[in-house]
């Protein structure tokens, strides 16, 4: 973890993130289930984490603002931490499987964080079916994106069963600012901030009016696209395209699916595209089938997207680096190879938007605004979103923490106004799929699971025909195969055709 930066402020994007929530449903709280195949030492959990507060200063820090500032909040030791606050035990009730964990995972990630300490928590539960046990995670968006929460994770986890103990690093160290230190800090920061702003700005402007110079009519077509795209990022939908999936509410329901991403990937590249664009081929066709079978068929729905904006020169910075796309997907393409053209063609589009590279000097903006005018903008452009879809690449290869396999990492998006978050996350050979859906807006939650997994099945299809015209002899679920172990098998879990109907257990 000692290649990650960690910036004394919040970008503008990250407070502008934690502003909104003034508004509780707009709330971005990252959570995840993860699955173990026995219960955590907790002797040797609890090192881990005590050492990963210490080498990931984020874990000890809390958000502190100034109201008279207008640069960004500060991140802060919390001179109180308590780390017996931040980590709870618990046992398993009701069936002590999946669904039993994700039920308690719900009301968790409903509750919004004590801003006045470091935004994580953890609940261990044990007592699962078959002496298995279960971790919750949840953190606040505004500490990281996706791709950092994998990389901040990786603290807990080690490569194996019997991992050495590794040497306790000293605490960070505590330092409570008075408000006149603030103060001077805040004025120091927006002092440098600007200052590398205006450097930065001369060598821009003068390659801006040598291009000018030179292509006249060209630059004044890339301005024109640049302020299009400003447009189509910013403009305001405060309707939701699906009629069946416009109520909003504070709660959320947990589903998972499990693909094997071998069938997955062999089946985008039948199409010519890759892994994502079979993610949200199938996403589609879910949502598209899930409105037929209630009566209420839609051509399209209002879709954000995180796109990935991280650089050579970002990549080791443990905060959010990715633009928010948001765009409409077409529901109405019904043939698999076809579908997954089109989201690739569409996903392009977006990573291609001028407006991308602007979200932070538009965030800064924003954050001028007095905090309901913030809210109240951001409000009307995210609760028209109908789904949120996310790909995180994870480990792989097999980890582990405190003693236990994990088996499985499923990630429950923030819906942040939308009706739903579909998030992918690879693990080893599965493509663990998390599903958080508003109750108010999806009221059949078992039905859409079912046409998830049929819409699964169609795109895999797609590459096991392609493979046996190939002459290639398929396997069923080779992600499933697994070295042999002492464990029993597991129980409960149904399969619809390649397709895993999880209760793991």
Request: hydrophobic letters at 45%; charged letters at 25%; glycine letters at 6%.
């Amino acid at each position: 973890m000692a290649d990650l930066r960690f910036e004394q402020r919040m970008s503008d994007s990250d407070a502008l993130m934690w502003t909104i929530e003034k508004d509780p449903m707009l709330r971005s709280t990252i959570t995840a289930v993860v699955l173990l195949d026995v219960p955590p030492d907790h002797g040797r959990l609890m090192h881990l984490l005590e050492r990963g507060t210490r080498v990931v200063p984020r874990m000890r820090q809390r958000v502190q603002g100034n109201p008279l500032s207008i640069a960004p909040p500060r991140w802060e030791v919390d001179p109180h931490f308590d780390l017996a606050y931040h980590v709870r035990w618990l046992r398993a009730g009701g069936e002590r499987d999946l669904r039993a964990v994700l039920d308690l995972a719900q009301p968790i990630a409903m509750q919004g964080f004590d801003r006045a300490r470091p935004l994580w928590e953890m609940v261990v539960v044990e007592g699962l079916q078959d002496d298995r046990a279960a971790l919750i995670m949840k953190i606040h968006h505004a500490i990281t994106d996706g791709v950092g929460a994998v990389k901040i994770a990786l603290v807990m986890f080690e490569l194996e069963r019997a991992a050495a103990r590794q040497e306790m690093p000293a605490a960070p160290e505590v330092h409570v600012m008075t408000r006149l230190e603030r103060f001077l800090d805040a004025f120091d920061h927006e002092r440098r901030r600007n200052m590398g702003i205006a450097k930065r700005l001369l060598p821009t402007a003068a390659a801006a009016a040598g291009a000018v110079r030179n292509d006249p009519a060209g630059s004044l077509r890339r301005l024109a696209d640049t302020v299009g795209s400003i447009g189509r990022m910013a403009t305001p939908a405060t309707a939701p395209l699906s009629p069946l999936m416009a109520g909003r509410s504070l709660s959320v329901r947990f589903d998972t699916l499990t693909v094997p991403m071998p069938e997955a990937k062999r089946a985008a590249k039948a199409a010519g595209g890759r892994l994502n664009d079979a993610f949200v081929a199938a996403t589609a066709a879910a949502f598209r089938q899930y409105h037929e079978e209630l009566g209420a068929p839609v051509d399209a729905l209002r879709t954000s997207m995180p796109i990935n904006v991280r650089t050579s020169d970002t990549d080791d910075l443990a905060g959010n680096q990715f633009a928010p796309a948001r765009f409409t997907i077409p529901l109405d393409v019904t043939d698999p190879i076809t579908a997954m053209q089109t989201m690739r063609r569409l996903v392009a589009e977006q990573r291609a938007e001028p407006a991308l590279g602007l979200v932070e000097p538009m965030a800064r903006v924003l954050n001028r605004l007095p905090t309901t005018v913030t809210t109240g903008i951001f409000g009307a452009m995210l609760k028209g979103i109908d789904l949120i879809t996310s790909n995180v690449p994870g480990a792989p290869f097999s980890i582990y923490t405190a003693g236990s396999r994990i088996e499985a990492m499923f990630a429950l998006g923030p819906m942040a106004g939308a009706a739903a978050n579909v998030t992918l996350l690879s693990y080893c050979d599965d493509l663990l799929i998390g599903v958080n859906t508003d109750p108010s807006a999806v009221t059949e939650p078992e039905r859409l699971m079912r046409c998830y997994r049929e819409a699964w099945d169609d795109v895999l299809k797609v590459g096991a025909s392609r493979a046996a015209a190939g002459g290639k002899a398929r396997q069923a679920c080779p992600s499933r195969a697994r070295a042999p172990s002492a464990r029993p098998a597991r129980r409960g879990a149904s399969t619809v055709g390649p397709c895993t109907a999880q209760t793991w257990w």
